[in-house]
């Protein structure tokens, strides 16, 4: 079992599978919403996609997850930041 996903630092999404649960939003809206036919990588709890070519496309992805009645940050958030290549992002559940 997968606990902790790679996550992109250059506009990298993550969304908690327990939020499309709990609201009835299917994974396969979520990856049209995200032009993706997968995430990037996924765990049991946890989808990642990115990375997300600039802030306007990241925050189209953004408008497009709150239009499917997801909340920023309780459901999904984003990172954009500036890391070495060296260095990578991962997520888990706390």
Same mark, same amino acid.
Not at 41 to 51: H, I, K, R
């Given at each position: ?8 630092a250059?506009?990298?999404?993550v ?8 609201? =009835? ?5 979520? $990856?049209?919403?995200?032009?993706? /036919?997968? @995430?990037e990588?996924? +765990? ?8 997300s ?12 997850l709150?239009?499917? =009645? ?5 459901? $999904?958030?984003?990172?954009?930041? /500036?890391? @070495?290549?060296?260095? +990578?992002?991962r997520a888990?559940?706390?």
């Open positions: 079992m997968k606990t902790s996903i790679r996550v992109s250059h506009g990298g999404i969304v908690r599978k327990a939020a499309l649960a709990a609201k =009835g939003v299917t994974e396969a809206s979520v $990856f049209s919403a995200m032009e993706a /036919d997968q @995430p990588e996924a +765990s049991d709890d946890l989808l990642s996609f990115g990375p070519f600039g802030e306007e496309a990241m925050n189209e992805f953004v408008r497009r709150q239009g499917l =009645g997801l909340e920023y940050v309780d459901d $999904f958030f984003c990172i954009h930041t /500036d890391i @070495p290549e060296w260095c +990578s992002l888990e559940l706390a």
